[in-house]
């Protein structure tokens, strides 16, 4: 049954009436649902849009599950009035023993297709639903499809997990719109987004189960949860708190309630925002995002048919709002100040009685959480153990903080290893942190491990081989060490590598780690002199550069995509040329340049060893821009949006999609939908950079921002790191392994700045700031992770120091002077670094009232108290 309703061609399935197909007219051959593969999706525990779950109890019973997947049954069609479209009464595919009848019709709503269902209490006694899931089967299965046929046919969703404002949005791998938006009607909050399991329980009893496996290639699908008491009370009753109060709702006999979804097109991604507002759906947006560190002033702006009766923060403070002026077309402001370290959630209730949450989470002072990090990756990570007979010593390995302990022996070798991403995380994070905040202590250990540990062992020393970095120095040899495996742990996989195996040099995604090492260092030997004791800056710079020829000499199958942290790579470039080492510099390019070459003759050039991946689009898009493929980085920038959004959820905005790492990097590994694992902060990079160059599109930036700050929520009070966060409700906690947070910390320490924008709608805004406007001038303070870069947005300015701080800076809009105040001068510090770079075509040059250029940067002296440099458009 083929229907037009609206902007979409539904297909129903003649027999059970779920939907078979949600095709966008206006654009042929596409669907959000898995058409292709109804011959393979048929049939019992197969999940359709269309179906539902329901959880229920009578009296003292216990809760019992009924699914219309289960076993499907014959439905009893029924007469279609009015608007609606089909009907249908379902209860005969529901299973036995169900006390409820239940309609289901499909209607023309506002011109959109919509989904209803209507449960009524057809027994003698009242029930009680602590259970209640819409399942959302959109097609993100890639399996079985060429990386080009998965980015033209496949989607993915993402939940704002919002209650009655909450909504599910399905937008396409290639970034294009439409997209699809799922909305809420009356009584249908989106209470929690529950997957739906792919086993039955042990015992047996689960009936609600959906038959396609979960993979990399197919992430499965979720419910959108009304209720969810009793998920609550029993399969989550080990988990972390929920987003949202699980609640329940009881029928008396005879007594109905009808729940419903709409499906609503939006022509782009960039449009999900105002098609919410044509709606009338409540749309909230956070500056800088929903990550709020205690002494930031953040702002959350509202646009609603309803006017705010109420506002709550739980936990009870955790959260301060007061209600400010600004607001402009209908949106009202709020500002927001984090007051209790970790997740806390706001509730806005609207005088037409909705209820909307906001999920934020809250953090120390960012220089806090740094120092933080850099003081638990030094001391209670360091490694030295004389005598370790894999020669991990002195080093920084994976931390188990649930056993409070280093791994020093996991079965995934590399875990414990020192390479590949789940052993080098602990380490680059470590060595990262120093980028902006160096510590001479810290150093001292981090110096000493590079030149004993990490050369030499990690990476070969010397030879035909020089540069080349390892798979892992842990490995599995029961044989010469037969005390040192845990008999509980499954050594028998393919991950407990042999010697030979972890000593293969073919991995070229270990390369950028090893370079970000050298890299930094060199980066402080130069700019900070006498913080590093062990080797000079042309040493470090050095070997970063031969590691880049090694990674392409030795690993040139990995090399051929997108590496995590490759963006180093043009830093390394960038600074071998400013050195005026000309011939390395030309090497460097030369190579790099055969990849992009490569990279420009796809499609889509941001392949991997997965069949679909979120890792290598942020070197690919550096690269392009570099050799002036404009083309193929807006390709790699557009795909980005098509996995990470903007929603007002501090674990989802800027949640750059991510499922599979915990099997590789965590200590509780499944398939599950990450939050903030380190694809969050790296994908952020391109879309910075984007938003430089053309600084009217804020929506880059908000994504960007939410994706830079998720990845400091991984920190813990005490500055231990986390892979990622398990976003399941059956867990929702940090993962114990540090894993591969480092990744995502370089990103953090690679990106962190501050941004001042003029939005046309919303007013002046800092993201990353304090903002004070005083008559005409604009006052921002950094509260970023580095103060040491600051983005003018509408002077198109992008000012950064590579030494020294930024305390404050003032912009005269009408002159377009900036007025930069830097810390004092320190022992480490006394001049700073700053380079002046005009990001928009066309635009004005800068540049400061003092100073001497050399290396392509102003070097100004500073004094012993703070300072101030001038620049001014010329």
Do not use: C
Not at 432 to 446: F, G, S, W
Not at 578 to 588: I, S
Not at 728 to 747: I, T
Request: net charge neutral; aromatic share 10%; hydrophobic share 40%.
């Amino acid at each position: 049954m083929a229907l037009r309703v609206g902007a979409f061609r539904l297909i129903l399935d003649p027999a059970s009436q779920t939907a078979r197909g949600l095709a966008p007219l206006s654009t042929p051959g596409f669907d959000f649902l898995p058409v292709g593969r109804t011959k393979v999706r048929t049939g019992h525990d197969f999940n359709q849009l269309g179906d539902i779950h329901i959880r229920l109890r009578q009296g003292g019973e216990a809760w019992r599950d009924f699914s219309s997947a289960h076993r499907r049954g014959i439905i009893r069609a029924l007469p279609a009035r009015g608007a609606a479209l089909a009907a249908a009464d379902i209860t005969g595919t529901m299973g036995d023993g169900l006390p409820l009848r239940i309609i289901r019709e499909w209607v023309n709503e506002r011109n959109s297709p919509a989904l209803r269902f209507t449960l009524t209490n057809s027994s003698d006694r009242p029930v009680e639903i602590g259970g209640l899931g819409i399942p959302m089967v959109f097609d993100n299965i890639i399996t079985g499809r060429t990386l080009e046929q998965a980015h033209a046919e496949a989607s993915f969703a993402d939940p704002y997990i919002g209650r009655d404002a909450g909504y599910v949005q399905v937008t396409r791998l290639n970034g294009q719109g439409p997209a699809l938006l799922v909305l809420p009607d009356k009584a249908t909050p989106l209470e929690a987004y529950v997957p739906i399991p792919t086993q039955r329980e042990t015992d047996g009893k689960t009936v609600i189960v959906e038959a396609s496996p979960r993979a990399q290639t197919s992430e499965g699908f979720y419910d959108w949860t009304v209720a969810s008491a009793a998920y609550a009370a029993t399969d989550w009753r080990k988990a972390g708190a929920p987003w949202n109060t699980p609640t329940s709702f009881w029928l008396a006999p005879g007594e109905s309630r009808r729940i419903g979804l709409r499906f609503v097109a939006a022509p782009a991604i960039r449009a999900i925002e105002p098609t919410l507002i044509a709606q009338d759906r409540p749309v909230a947006i956070g500056v800088p995002g929903y990550v709020v560190p205690t002494d930031l002033d953040a702002a959350l702006f509202v646009h609603a048919p309803a006017a705010i009766a109420r506002i709550e923060s739980f936990p009870e403070g955790a959260l301060s709002v007061e209600r400010s002026d600004g607001g402009k077309s209908g949106w009202a402001r709020l500002t927001v100040r984090g007051r209790q370290w970790g997740r806390a959630r706001l509730t806005l209730t609207y005088a037409d009685g909705q209820v909307q949450t906001v999920h934020y989470h809250v953090t120390k002072p960012l220089d806090q959480v740094s120092a933080d990090l850099g003081r638990f990756s030094t001391t209670r990570q360091w490694f030295d153990r004389a005598g370790d007979p894999f020669g991990r010593s002195p080093g920084i390995l994976t931390y188990d903080r649930e056993a409070d302990r280093i791994v020093t022996a996991d079965p995934r070798v590399w875990i414990s290893g020192m390479s590949d991403e789940g052993g080098a995380g602990s380490w680059v994070a470590a060595v990262m942190k120093q980028l902006d905040h160096p510590d001479a202590a810290e150093l001292a250990r981090i110096e000493t491990m590079v030149d004993r540990t990490i050369v030499g062992r990690l990476q070969v020393a010397s030879g035909p081989h020089a540069g080349g970095v390892r798979k892992s120095l842990f490995y599995y040899d029961p044989v010469t060490f037969p005390d040192l495996y845990r008999p509980s742990s499954d050594w028998r996989s393919w991950t407990s590598w042999k010697k030979d195996q972890a000593a293969d040099l073919g991995r070229a995604y270990n390369y950028p780690h090893v370079a970000v090492a050298h890299w930094v260092l060199y980066r402080i030997a130069r700019n900070h002199p006498g913080m590093t004791r062990v080797h000079d800056w042309r040493w470090y710079l050095d070997h970063a550069r031969q590691t880049i020829v090694a990674m392409m000499r030795d690993a040139p199958h990995y090399a051929q995509f997108g590496l995590m942290e490759g963006d180093v790579f043009i830093d390394i470039l960038t600074d071998l040329r400013r050195e005026g080492w000309t011939a390395q510099a030309d090497e460097v390019e030369r190579l790099m340049k055969a990849r992009a070459d490569h990279w420009r003759t796809l499609r889509y050039p941001f392949g991997s060893e997965m069949a679909w991946d979120s890792t290598g689009q942020a070197e690919v898009y550096a690269w392009m821009r570099y050799f002036g493929y404009a083309p193929q980085a807006e390709v790699t920038r557009e795909v980005i949006l098509g996995y990470d959004p903007t929603i007002p959820h501090w674990g989802y905005n800027g949640n750059a999609r991510r499922y599979w790492d915990f099997l590789y990097g965590g200590k509780y590994p499944r398939l599950e939908r990450q939050i903030h694992h380190y694809g969050s902060t790296l994908n952020a990079i391109p879309l910075f950079d984007s938003f430089r160059r053309d600084p009217r599109d804020t929506y880059l930036l908000r994504i960007a921002y939410g994706g830079l700050m998720g990845g400091i929520t991984n920190i813990d009070q005490r500055g231990a790191s986390s892979a990622a966060f398990h976003s399941w409700p059956d867990r929702m906690q940090w993962d114990p392994y540090s894993g591969d947070y480092g990744m995502g910390y370089f990103g953090h320490a690679y990106a962190a700045a501050t941004y001042l924008v003029n939005d046309p709608v919303l007013g002046w805004l800092a993201y990353g700031g304090n903002l004070q406007q005083s008559g005409a001038a604009i006052l921002v303070e950094p509260r970023d992770g580095a103060r040491s870069r600051l983005f003018i947005a509408p002077a198109g300015v992008w000012l950064t120091l590579e030494a020294g701080k930024i305390a404050a800076a003032t912009y005269d809009p009408a002159r377009g002077i900036i007025r930069v105040t830097l810390d004092p001068a320190t022992p480490a510090t006394a001049v700073a670094r700053l380079f002046v770079e005009t990001t928009i075509a066309g635009g004005q040059r800068y540049r400061p009232d003092h100073g001497t250029l050399e290396r392509g940067g102003y070097t100004v002296p500073l004094a012993d108290s703070a300072s101030e440099i001038t620049l001014s458009p010329r």
